[in-house]
């Protein structure tokens, strides 16, 4: 059974940089058949994808956070990782980390669903 | 951006009722539309993929349908266990969008 963590502090000050890791077992992030993602969901509100990693370390962000978030990958301890800088108050969220299945055609790869999702961590960002 | 539609937001049923909930995409997506459903303090599930597929262990009552921009999720015979949020979501674009959700409740 594949199951994803979440890990990190839950307390952020403001302009300081959020940083989480996501744990996998059951699947290895080496795989070519899967990326990596992060979503949050401030509290009360919808989703949104923030960035998603592959095995070799080419990364997609969300053009709406790009400028300040950093995707890696650690192969070897089966884990990837987040890191938002300057963070605000509206960064505040449930942050998940995700599998994706990726598909490509004989130009391009894509995401295709979700599956599974750890279980989320609450990031607050407070003085 | 590829931006998705639900309604309604919220509706209110009893159980053994037929639920439609609906998305609709800003521009056409084929069929990369997938359905999740989130109960409180949990994260998202799978429910659908590809707008029609059934994800293994969801329940047959549950069901997906639609193409192009207009893409429906049902459930028939709602149960109490489905009181929920349920959410769309398109993987047309390489950057990726959900709907707003629809929050169903049992009466």
């Known amino acids: 059974q594949v199951r994803l963590q979440e890990s990190g502090p839950g307390l952020v000050k403001p302009s300081q940089t959020l940083s989480l890791t996501c744990t996998v077992s059951g699947a290895s992030t080496s795989s070519g058949d899967f990326y990596w993602g992060w979503i949050r969901q401030p509290a009360g509100k919808g989703l949104e994808w923030i960035g998603r990693i592959y095995a070799s370390g080419s990364t997609v962000y969300n053009p709406s956070l790009k400028s300040r978030i950093t995707m890696s990958v650690d192969t070897s301890k089966n884990q990837f990782s987040l890191r938002l800088s300057s963070v605000t108050a509206a960064d505040t969220a449930v942050y998940y980390c995700?599998?994706?299945?990726?598909?490509?055609?004989?130009?391009?790869?894509?995401?295709?669903?979700?599956?599974?999702w750890g279980q989320g961590t609450l990031v607050t960002v407070s003085s | 951006d590829i931006q998705m539609t639900q309604s309604p937001s919220s509706l209110s049923a009893s159980v053994g009722d037929r639920v439609t909930i609906t998305c609709r995409a800003s521009?056409?997506?084929?069929?990369?539309l997938n359905w999740y459903q989130q109960k409180p303090g949990k994260a998202p599930k799978l429910l659908i993929y590809a707008a029609s597929s059934l994800q293994s262990g969801v329940p047959s009552r549950f069901s997906g349908s639609g193409s192009g921009t207009d893409f429906t999720l049902t459930i028939s015979n709602l149960q109490p266990e489905d009181s929920a949020t349920y959410y769309c979501q398109q993987s047309y674009s390489t950057l990726l969008t959900f709907g707003g959700g629809t929050k169903v409740e049992i009466k």
């Open positions: 995700a599998r994706s299945v990726r598909s490509c055609s004989s130009t391009t790869c894509w995401d295709k669903w979700f599956d599974p």
């Open positions: 521009q056409s997506i084929s069929s990369y």
